[in-house]
């Protein structure tokens, strides 16, 4: 049973535009969550991070905003860029030393 | 960067014979993950190590086995290759449980 799902496998957005990647999740007791992006023929990088104490976590271009009720949270990417076309993963986790479960990923395309 | 490596970064093989992937890194870093990459699928845990001789299964942890002798390795093993055992693998470390750095992959084809 997938505990973190993307379900958006792809999305194009024209440069300039918001981006807005989400993620839903069913496991109440995860309580913190991260992004990733991959390039083709790279391992994944951490972009930005969330804890469920909070709702909203800002590192320049992006946003990521956690909705506890409704176990969601989506990644914002403003404006996008050519450079952010890639692979995106959610990965969430429980406290108590647990290791990450990510999504399938959703492959965003900035098209200049 | 963190300092991660792993080898070879490209394999072939062939159906039933052993493979060993190797995981290096300098970091010094508690944790250490084995990823696989596959379309549709994500990133799906194979084994991870929690420290020097601690290792635990993940999500997808048959045909595979580990071994963690030193800090700075973590050993990924098919006993067996399969068909469908051809993939992406990534290593991943952290010092702690959360913040993962994963390193460059290596694609395996079994034939």
């Known amino acids: 049973d997938q505990q973190v799902k993307q379900n958006s496998p792809s999305l194009s957005v024209q440069e300039g535009r918001i981006s807005i990647l989400n993620c839903d999740y069913t496991?109440?007791?995860?309580?913190?969550f991260l992004w990733y992006k991959k390039y083709p023929a790279e391992g994944p990088t951490f972009l930005i991070s969330i804890s469920s104490i909070k709702d909203k976590n800002e590192d320049g271009r992006f946003t990521v905003f956690l909705n506890k009720s409704a176990k969601h949270l989506s990644l914002h990417i403003v404006p996008s860029q050519p450079g952010d076309s890639a692979v995106y993963f959610c990965?969430?986790?429980?406290?108590?030393?647990?290791?990450?479960?990510f999504g399938k990923g959703t492959r965003l395309s900035v098209i200049a | 960067d963190a300092g991660i490596t792993q080898s070879p970064r490209h394999k072939v093989t062939e159906t039933g014979t052993p493979v060993t992937l190797r995981c290096h890194q300098t970091e010094n870093h508690r944790y250490m993950y084995w990823y696989r990459q596959d379309p549709g699928h994500g990133l799906r845990l194979i084994h991870y190590s929690y420290g020097v001789k601690d290792t635990d299964k993940g999500e997808v942890s048959d045909g595979y086995s580990v071994s963690r002798s030193k800090t700075e390795d973590f050993l990924l093993t098919l006993e067996s290759a399969t068909s469908s055992q051809t993939s992406v693998y990534f290593c991943a470390i952290s010092g702690d449980w959360t913040s993962q750095y994963f390193g460059p992959g290596t694609r395996l084809l079994v034939l």
């Open positions: 990965a969430a986790q429980t406290s108590g030393n647990t290791p990450l479960v």
């Open positions: 496991n109440s007791m995860f309580d913190y």
